[in-house]
């Protein structure tokens, strides 16, 4: 089945530094990617679809200075989180749909915790 | 605008016993309604999902939902528990556009399987 990998799993920054994710699809091509949050014991919040070739449209609330999203390549989207602070430590997962099929369903990725101390 | 709510936050069951977790999802266009499950530290992985055609979707590991368009649910249910289905479980709606856009997420219900 179609997988999607992010790395790191787990990150520990200092408050100030910036950390980058990255979010491959390893079976597919994805002209679309998701980047969510997620809080502990809390649900997934969307922050930002990535658009391979484009600029990425990010929900309303979020950050696009703080939170930086490219994606060059249909496989490859990755999230960087600019001067983090305290405050950003979350779980992130990106998801991912297959291109060459408009109803095949979004694939996630194993997350990744950021702690920022 | 789509939105979904999780009725219980939190449920237990005894092993063996049935498993009842609760979603109504509000949509102003057809909905495509997912099942996710997630386990500690991981992503997740989908357990079903409706788009069209039959109202009762089977899933992955025994799990399957009934779509009720006049009560705007989605339940899912397995007939009987395992200590391995202990996890979070997420229902989700499309967003707007329907097909498989971004996914709105309910806030998620723990499932705790007691021997």
């Known amino acids: 089945g179609a997988v999607v990998s992010q790395h790191p799993s787990w990150v520990i920054c200092k408050s100030g530094t910036s950390v980058k994710i990255e979010c491959r699809s390893l079976d597919f091509q994805a002209t679309t990617m998701f980047w969510y949050r997620q809080f502990p014991k809390q649900s997934l919040m969307l922050m930002a679809t990535?658009?391979?070739?484009?600029?990425?449209?990010?929900e309303q609330g979020v950050e696009k200075d703080k939170f930086l999203i490219n994606h060059a390549s249909l496989t490859l989207s990755t999230l960087t989180v600019t001067s983090a602070h305290p405050e950003d430590s979350s779980f992130y997962i990106c998801?991912?749909?297959?291109?060459?099929?408009?109803?095949?369903?979004?694939?996630f990725g194993n997350g990744t915790r950021l702690t920022v101390t | 605008a789509q939105s979904v709510t999780q009725l219980g936050s939190h449920v237990s069951v005894s092993e063996g016993a049935l498993v009842l977790l609760r979603c109504n999802y509000s949509s102003s266009v057809p909905p495509y309604l997912f099942w996710y499950v997630q386990y500690p530290n991981q992503g997740l992985q989908l357990l079903l999902k409706y788009t069209t055609g039959a109202t009762l979707v089977k899933g992955i590991n025994g799990f399957e939902a009934e779509f009720k368009k006049s009560e705007t649910s989605f339940h899912l249910t397995k007939p009987s528990a395992h200590m391995s289905d202990a996890a979070e479980y997420f229902c989700a709606v499309s967003g707007s556009g329907g097909g498989y856009n971004k996914l709105i997420f309910g806030a998620g219900t723990r499932l705790a399987v007691h021997p």
């Open positions: 990535s658009n391979e070739g484009s600029k990425a449209t990010y």
């Open positions: 998801s991912a749909r297959d291109k060459g099929s408009y109803n095949s369903p979004l694939h």
